[in-house]
């Protein structure tokens, strides 16, 4: 692996931590006001919605 890649990636990610004060709801409103400029999809928080039971459940013990 490429040393000069590694600290591209950094100081990417420290530019970024100052900007949003490194505060994690800051960086998240960052991040989603660039999405919304950039027509681009940077934060997807689908993840965290809650899943109900049939969806956790395994499908054989689905009725």
Excluded: F, T
Aim: contains cysteine; aromatic residues 4%.
């Amino acid at each position: 692996m490429n040393d000069e890649i590694i600290r591209e990636v950094w100081q990417i990610k420290d530019s970024i931590g100052r900007e949003s004060d490194y505060n994690l709801r800051s960086l998240g409103s960052l991040l989603q006001q660039r999405q919304r400029v950039g027509n681009k999809q940077l934060v997807d928080l689908s993840c965290l919605r809650k899943k109900s039971a049939k969806d956790i459940l395994p499908l054989q013990q689905q009725d």
